[in-house]
């Protein structure tokens, strides 16, 4: 039975830190690509950025030198390390991991930002 569960959501201050954990069970970790997504209230899903199979990592535009992704094949695990936080990051984040046509998404877990 495949899992895949976030954690590490939670209420900050502008500018602060958080960092989001993304484990997965059940599968062949190690293949699947991994994004981060992210759906604030009355706004469609956005991809946050995503980590390749192989470690190579990429962002959006709105996150760029403040979000890193990294990955441990070992743990089965990828982590949403976000600094610099902003009001406008308040959103429920999601991981999504994909390869070749299986899919699955975690259930979400909350980041509200503070002003």
């Known amino acids: 039975q495949v899992q895949v569960v976030e954690s590490g959501g939670g209420l900050v201050q502008a500018g602060g830190s958080l960092r989001l954990s993304c484990a997965a069970s059940g599968i062949f970790f190690s293949r699947y690509d991994v994004g981060w997504y992210r759906q604030a209230p009355g706004k469609q899903r956005e991809l946050v950025g995503a980590?390749?199979?192989?470690?190579?990592?990429n962002y959006g535009d709105s996150v760029k030198g403040r979000f890193t992704i990294s990955r441990d094949n070992v743990k089965n695990t990828v982590f949403l390390q976000m600094n610099s936080l902003k009001p406008e990051d308040t959103a429920v984040y999601y991981c999504?991991?994909?390869?070749?046509?299986?899919?699955?998404w975690g259930q979400g877990t909350q980041v509200t930002v503070s002003s």
């Open positions: 999504h991991l994909r390869y070749i046509s299986y899919q699955y």
């Open positions: 980590i390749l199979g192989g470690g190579i990592p």
